[in-house]
């Protein structure tokens, strides 16, 4: 593979170039991520960053994390509720309210509600246990998302989470809305 800065001659042994380190530039061409997960390596390379430079770091991250959560949980939402129009189901949003479970707030899964393009809400009717096992593991992995997205945008009791199942976009409505 050439690297940029390697050189081949024909003919001879092909040396790589040290890497040069200019600050704010990646000087290799994909992070790994069970390196970057181990303290042992990582800790010793950021020692010099400043609490902010860490912090905007993991910042980045987070938000990655849930920009993919979200995206899989939209994912769960289209496939349950299909959004052509002319024909049944013509679902728009699903709405999920929250729940207080012993002083912590979450979006409940069992307050799932899908908004139709004729105005009427519907309680998402889920499938009997035992009855479709395709559904039951993206039934736990529905669930884990949420679980998820309860702990990162951490909800107050009384707020609605809105997907809107057409744009992908997720707002929170109601008292004290984030």
Not at 1 to 14: F, S
Not at 124 to 144: H, L
Request: hydrophobic share 40%.
């Amino acid at each position: 593979m050439n690297l940029p800065g390697d050189t081949i001659d024909v003919g001879t042994t092909r040396m790589p170039t040290p890497a040069r380190y200019a600050p704010g530039v990646i000087t290799f061409a994909r992070l790994d991520p069970v390196f970057l997960a181990d303290e042992e390596h990582v800790l010793p390379l950021v020692k010099d960053w400043t609490r902010e430079e860490l912090y905007a770091v993991a910042a980045l991250f987070s938000r990655e994390g849930g920009r993919r959560d979200d995206a899989e949980l939209l994912a769960l939402l289209r496939e349950w509720n299909p959004t052509w129009e002319g024909s049944e189901p013509d679902a728009v949003k699903a709405e999920f309210v929250t729940d207080s479970n012993g002083g912590s707030v979450r979006w409940a899964e069992e307050s799932y509600y899908i908004h139709r393009a004729d105005g009427s809400v519907d309680e998402f009717e889920f499938p009997e246990e035992g009855e479709d096992d395709e559904f039951a593991e993206q039934d736990e992995r529905f669930t884990d998302l949420l679980a998820t997205r309860s702990g990162v945008d951490r909800p107050v009791h009384g707020a609605h989470l809105f997907v809107d199942l057409r744009t992908g976009v997720f707002t929170v409505e109601g008292p004290n809305a984030l």
